[in-house]
């Protein structure tokens, strides 16, 4: 059947397919492959983001014996089908992978297998099979889809999903009750389709959705059709059988404003109490589907049941925990506020710690962090924290995943999880623990959250890219909104979009102090390392320096930095994991020079409210210290405005000589670049110099009348 001649209108999923894009790529069944596996993952409706596994059989000659053989090309272990490319594909002979079944030695000892997958591989470039390698190869069919719609899982995790699935497809959809992902579950798998050979599909109990074609496109459009026809059944029962949820049981009190404000409020306190290990990442939604949810009569009974699917539960832990405060809690008592969570907080980690030594093996990785990763506040929203902005957003998305799947599960029967024994087999299941042991050492500043002041050009900006770089996520902010807007294309480009949000910011601004620490509680759940960086530059005779100039200059070095470090000060108390303040001052914060009573008194005033801080936080494990730069010239700010015609009249030379001039009057005979100062600003915060405060880092080149001691 030709695409024309098919019905393509679906109104629950996207139908993406483009007939002349596919014509490109026929004849190359990998590239169709990837093709379709991108536009499945492209649709959030059909899976979620690493959810799902996709794969093709070709012919291909052997590259030992030159003879025609069947090879499976799959997504490998840990990849995500809306960006995958043919680097995170495994290839392997289909026949040795069936040949398997040969030395299987039963379900008890299944997890051998994975290893043997690769005595399979054809093509040596493959990425690591993943467990579903034997649920593809199993079954006979050219194209095949295993993926994890919410509209199918919440058929699945029904208590009546076996029958609705009959009912509903009329026997053209095959079920296979609940077993744990791995050699076994392939073997059943193919014993479904040796009973039912005209079948269409497979539903797989409280898990997900095998579907397949002749071609892609054929794969392709069955997936949709079947998710559709999930989906469109689903819709036509909401409300059917009494209200969803239950109905509701909190009135919506708070607008979408004042919600994001009490969450921006909370977030720090929360990520404080997740963090209690080690430092996480949080992020908030109030999407209309959680808050549908959270405010329900049903939320007391569903939530603690957890989830159904293991993608869903190896993300968001085996249940929330649900917030008892009231919608519109008086938040501005921070101690009165944490007394009332500790019981909650306690509460969460003995049940956690009582689930894993009820459910643990002999032979089961150590109890991991305690803390709740998804925290339900009735009223306001949903935070989550992970261990950094990806992971953590993914399991908001996961969480919301579950929410779809039990709202559909009631509509149409009675929803039900896995038992906690199976769950916690996912969950600590030696080849998932061996995936975490191959994952990347953090680096040094992750799960850490840093705003630099003046982060769009300049010294800022190298800053914040070095922090990045080092795993940190941060607020990119500036006064000037082009500017800013220039710069977050940039990080995007280069960084992702997880890595950065963006706020506008004038230092001397209280409102938008704020604001700005508003977006980063609610983008990433608080502060780590406040960097007061922005400034600008002033240099005049005191017979032409003018009260404006003067005033200026100490709004925004002395004011700005007062103000941005009060407001972090305020966040990282919430969080009781102490942080990192660092003040960018100057050489001229110790060495008179002509023309400069202005900038160099102000810098003065900086450099000592960073001792003064330092005396004072140190109790709060926060860290305050300074950079002295000098004469950094390249890509930055300070030379805007005058300054440098202004220092080249005090130094009689011309201003295309300032550059030769400030590298030779340095011992070293060296120019300082933004990338310099990033670096020592790094060294304060990388964990080197946690014991560290109130100490003074020259980045000069060496300026021997800038010498402290």
């Not at 992971?391 to 599960?409: C, L």
């Not at 005396?615 to 390249?634: F, M």
Request: aromatic share 8%; hydrophobic share 40%.
């Amino acid at each position: 059947m030709s695409v024309t001649e098919t019905n393509t209108a679906f109104k629950h999923v996207s139908y993406l397919w483009d007939e002349a894009k596919a014509a490109e790529l026929a004849g190359d069944e990998v590239a169709l492959l990837i093709y379709r596996s991108n536009l499945l993952g492209a649709d959030l409706r059909l899976t979620n983001y690493g959810g799902g596994n996709t794969s093709c059989k070709v012919m291909a000659p052997d590259p030992l014996t030159g003879q025609e053989t069947e090879v499976m090309w799959i997504k490998g272990s840990g990849g995500d089908i809306g960006t995958l490319n043919k680097s995170g594909l495994a290839a392997l002979y289909v026949d040795r992978l069936r040949s398997l079944k040969n030395v299987y030695r039963g379900l008890e000892l299944e997890d051998e297998m994975v290893e043997l997958f690769n005595h399979c591989i054809f093509d040596l470039s493959s990425k690591a099979p993943s467990i579903d390698t034997p649920l593809h190869g199993f079954l006979p069919f050219k194209h095949i889809d295993h993926l994890h719609p919410d509209a199918a899982i919440a058929i699945a995790a029904a208590k009546d999903g076996k029958r609705i699935t009959e009912e509903l497809f009329g026997g053209t959809i095959g079920w296979v009750d609940w077993q744990r992902p791995g050699f076994d579950l392939g073997l059943k798998l193919r014993a479904c389709l040796d009973l039912n050979p005209d079948i269409r599909g497979i539903m797989l109990g409280s898990h997900g959705l095998f579907t397949w074609g002749d071609t892609a496109y054929e794969s392709y459009l069955n997936t949709l059709e079947v998710v559709e026809t999930c989906a469109a059944y689903l819709e036509h029962n909401y409300g059917k059988n009494g209200p969803v949820f239950g109905g509701i049981k909190l009135v919506q009190k708070l607008d979408a404003e004042a919600r994001k404000k009490q969450a921006a409020a909370l977030a720090p306190v929360l990520r404080g109490f997740c963090s209690s290990n080690n430092p996480m990442i949080g992020h908030f939604t109030d999407a209309p589907s959680v808050m549908e949810f959270i405010n329900s009569n049903d939320l007391e009974r569903l939530a603690p049941m957890g989830t159904s699917c293991p993608d869903h539960f190896l993300r968001t832990k085996i249940n929330p925990l649900v917030l008892d405060l009231a919608p519109d809690e008086d938040l501005s008592d921070v101690q009165a506020l944490k007394e009332k969570l500790v019981p909650a907080f306690e509460a969460y980690r003995q049940m956690y710690t009582s689930y894993y030594e009820t459910c643990k093996h002999s032979n089961s990785p150590a109890i991991r962090d305690t803390n709740p990763v998804i925290i339900l506040y009735p009223g306001v929203g949903m935070f989550s924290f992970s261990k950094d902005k990806q992971t953590t957003r993914v399991a908001s998305e996961f969480y919301i995943n579950a929410i779809n799947v039990m709202k559909g599960a009631e509509a149409i029967s009675e929803y039900t999880s896995l038992p906690r024994q199976e769950a916690f087999n996912i969950e600590y299941w030696l080849l998932e623990e061996a995936k975490l042991q191959r994952m990347p050492k953090p680096k040094a500043l992750s799960g850490k959250i840093a705003l630099i002041t003046g982060s769009a050009g300049g010294i800022g900006k190298a800053i914040t890219k070095k922090f990045v770089e080092e795993g940190a996520v941060v607020i990119l902010n500036d006064m000037n909104t082009e500017r800013l807007a220039g710069a977050g294309e940039e990080f995007k480009k280069q960084f992702g979009k997880d890595a950065y949000t963006t706020a506008t910011l004038d230092v001397t601004n209280s409102g938008q102090i704020k604001e700005a620490f508003d977006i980063a509680a609610l983008a990433f759940g608080g502060m780590d390392i406040v960097v007061n960086n922005a400034g600008l530059s002033i240099s005049k005779s005191i017979a032409d320096h003018t009260e404006k100039d003067w005033d200026l200059l100490y709004d925004v070095l002395v004011k700005g930095q007062f103000l941005v470090t009060q407001a972090a000060v305020e966040v990282m108390r919430k969080q009781n994991i102490g942080g990192d303040i660092i003040n960018i001052v100057s050489k001229n914060s110790v060495v008179a020079g002509p023309n400069n009573a202005g900038y160099g008194s102000a810098k003065a005033a900086q450099a000592h409210l960073t001792r003064l801080l330092a005396a004072e936080l140190g109790v709060d494990k926060i860290r305050v210290n300074s950079v002295n730069p000098d004469a950094v010239i390249a890509d930055s700010n300070i030379w805007a405005g005058g300054w440098a015609e202004g220092r080249a009249k005090a130094y009689g030379i011309s201003v295309e000589e300032l550059p030769a001039y400030y590298a030779k009057r340095t011992l070293m005979n060296e120019s300082i670049l933004p990338q310099d100062i990033a670096n020592a600003c790094f060294l304060f915060v990388s964990g080197l110099l946690d014991k560290s405060t109130g100490n003074i880092l020259n980045v000069d080149g060496g300026v021997a009348a800038a010498f402290l001691r």
